[in-house]
């Protein structure tokens, strides 16, 4: 962008070209995948042990972190329940929970209608 | 969707795999044994079992009941199979009698400690790293769940391979997912080299379960016994449980504990009830301040314990939380007839001072400070008081004594490595150093996350991390939580929640954040900073911690203890 250090923004807009462009203060970890050297010696990892959260996906992105998770989770959560998607996180139409979806047209609206299913 | 491509494709076929799994049911239910089990299976004598399971699980001429006698496991894994069975395939059966079932297929049909031991993260509900020994099949398996699941549990190869069947009639997407690779290749299929490995590494058969069957007993535990533990974040506990035997029972068990948080001094009293699975699997619940739940203590601890082959210790894991995440790690000692020291606190002594320790155990009333021996460089001045679990010492550690690690000796009780002398703070850590919590309190529990700050020396060669570094224990620090970057304009730190000044992190609530940037949740990433004001200067250290979504299914079995 240095190019462009002679050209001010003058509406919000083009502010925002030039905040997006800007180099970020700090490290940005989701960048430094495979150049120079990383941020953290052996990257984060999900802790594992009995905890359902294995699948690099639904807790985490394939960078162990949540900037590339769907969200909200409730905007993709019928697909989940319907395609039997994440079937240790989410219930399943197909057997466990037929009807979870029944007091609750629009997830992303009705979330707080959602139930927590025990297998 | 992390597929999407794939969605519609699979949509397609759902329609097709529910007709599939209407055969797959009850076809599996009543599969007979394969050649190769021919001579394997264990025959079930309980009439209770084969009433509650015999209309689908047919019996052959020697009383093996199909799939069932082919299979052994955990408590837990018994009971989540009954509860399968009853939210899928209709099976009527009333608590009662699905107890005497799990109780008798988790004793005939268990595992040994030998094979139950390395499975008992599982039971235990922990959330630490877990390795498996085969990657291929570590990734196989953990796409959905536990390794834990299946190293707690013991099948003939046909059954290997109708547990895998069971996976694609109820989630057809698991071969999308995991079963099945895309693409060409002369190698076996993920599934098929899985249950080539478990058949060889997890047999029904095994010189461990024939070992353990042959002299499994109610184990007669009853009596008084020296409680340690370690709170993450709160520190070392130390106590007493008083175990006795239910009448008319030789599995069932009471419990009046006792246990104060040294750090503290917060007094804790709890009464429990508990089963032993197997001659050595504890599974109890326990109350604070009562005997059954209370608007206090409205789910208890549950507690998950392994008895020793001697019975003289048992150790293991009690908690409780939405996600089991809250709990204390926790050994019990046998109190006999001789003297007992169990743990020390403060457990690091600086050179030049002056300290009152505490000996934890049993039968130390009248230990005298002659019998107190901690070591080079450390003077015992005398002992300010005696009680049967409890002795207070003052001592006082020489300018010159060397840094490192103590054993004690009282009359003839022993503790190695009971007490650390250490002249600075080198550096803090923070615990767990991957650290991971859910949204949640609106709809669905949240996941809390404990962490602690130790300090260490970093021992004679002055460097860190290496072998003859020096654990110091718990230290105050002040947490904060700070913003780990991972994409432009990152906000998550104002959104995730908050720490407290032990360490524990409360995520914020469910739901999408109207606040945020495409309604997002109150998810992100962030670092966990705790800072040490150590004598020169403040000790930084850093854990990072995952703030997620929530799981909409709970899975784990909570009554196999019997509350």
């Known amino acids: ?119 | 969707m992390r597929l999407l491509p794939l969605m519609s494709a699979v949509r397609r076929l759902l329609t097709g795999a529910a007709l599939t799994l209407a055969v797959t049911a009850p076809a599996l239910a009543g599969a007979q044994p394969a050649a190769d089990a021919a001579d394997s299976g264990i025959p079930i004598a309980d009439e209770a079992v084969r009433q509650a399971c015999g209309s689908c699980h047919r019996a052959d001429d020697q009383g093996r009941l199909s799939r069932i006698s082919f299979r052994r496991t955990t408590p837990e894994g018994w009971q989540q199979t009954i509860r399968r069975m009853v939210m899928l395939n209709e099976v009527a059966i009333t608590p009662e009698v699905a107890r005497e079932v799990v109780r008798y297929l988790a004793n005939n049909l268990g595992l040994a400690p030998e094979e139950a031991i390395p499975a008992a993260f599982e039971a235990e509900r922990r959330t630490d790293d877990q390795p498996y020994e085969d990657a291929d099949v570590h990734q196989t398996c953990t796409t959905c769940h536990s390794m834990g699941r299946i190293m707690s549990q013991r099948r003939t190869a046909e059954e290997w391979r109708l547990v895998t069947a069971m996976h694609q009639g109820y989630y057809p997407f698991t071969d999308f997912q995991a079963f099945r690779r895309s693409g060409e290749s002369d190698e076996p299929q993920p599934v098929d080299y899985a249950v080539t490995h478990l058949t060889e590494r997890f047999p029904l058969d095994s010189p461990e379960w024939s070992a353990w069957s042959a002299t499994m007993r109610p184990p007669r535990i009853a009596g008084t016994w020296a409680l340690t533990g370690h709170a993450p974040g709160l520190g070392a506990v130390h106590g007493q449980v008083t175990i006795a035997a239910l009448p008319g029972a030789d599995d069932e068990f009471t419990t009046q504990t006792r246990y104060v948080y040294a750090r503290t001094g917060r007094q804790v009293e709890r009464t429990g009830r508990a089963v032993v699975y197997t001659g050595f699997q504890w599974r109890g619940r326990s109350f604070e301040g009562a005997a059954e739940a209370t608007a206090a203590d409205p789910d208890g601890l549950r507690e998950v314990m392994f008895v020793d082959r001697d019975w003289q210790a048992m150790r293991g894991r009690w908690f409780t939380g939405g996600y089991d995440e809250i709990g204390l790690d926790v050994a019990l000692s046998r109190v006999g007839a001789a003297p007992l020291v169990t743990g020390v606190y403060p457990a690091a002594v600086q050179v030049g001072q002056t300290a009152s320790l505490q000996l934890h155990g049993g039968n130390l009333a009248t230990a005298v400070a002659g019998d107190l021996d901690l070591g080079p460089g450390l003077e015992v001045l005398r002992l300010s008081s005696a009680s049967p679990d409890l002795v207070t010492a003052e001592i006082r550690v020489g300018a010159d004594a060397a840094v490192g690690r103590r054993d004690l000796y009282l009359g003839q009780a022993a503790l190695a490595d009971a007490l650390t002398v250490y002249d600075t703070v080198s550096r803090i850590a923070v615990t767990p150093d991957a650290g991971m919590a859910r949204v949640g309190g609106v709809r669905v529990p949240k996941q809390f996350q404990q962490f602690e700050a130790r300090a260490f020396h970093d021992g004679p060669d002055g460097e860190a991390e290496t072998a003859d570094d020096l654990d110091l224990g718990l230290v105050d620090v002040t947490w904060t939580v700070e913003e780990y970057a991972t994409t432009f304009g990152d906000d998550d730190r104002r959104y995730v929640g908050a720490i407290d000044g032990q360490g524990r992190f409360t995520p914020a609530e469910d739901g999408p954040n109207v606040e945020r940037s495409g309604n997002r949740n109150n998810v992100g990433d962030v670092w966990v900073v705790g800072t040490y004001a150590g004598s020169e200067g403040p000790l930084r250290a850093r854990a990072h911690l995952l703030v997620t979504v929530p799981n909409y299914l709970r899975w784990d079995p909570t009554a196999v203890e019997r509350p």
């Open chain 1, 1 to 119: 962008m240095n190019h462009m250090k002679h050209l001010i923004p003058i509406n919000r807009k083009a502010a925002r070209i030039v905040a997006a462009a800007a180099p970020p203060a700090g490290d940005v970890v989701a960048l430094q995948q495979g150049s120079g050297p990383p941020q953290q010696p052996e990257g984060p990892h999900i802790p594992l042990g009995c905890s359902l959260a294995f699948q690099p996906g639904w807790e985490a992105d394939r960078n162990g972190g949540t900037a590339g998770l769907c969200q909200p989770v409730e905007r993709d959560l019928f697909d989940c329940h319907l395609g039997c998607y994440w079937p240790a996180h989410v219930p399943d139409q197909l057997n466990h929970a037929p009807d979870w979806t029944s007091k609750c047209a629009a997830a992303q609206k009705d979330w707080r209608k959602i139930d927590l299913i025990f297998p």
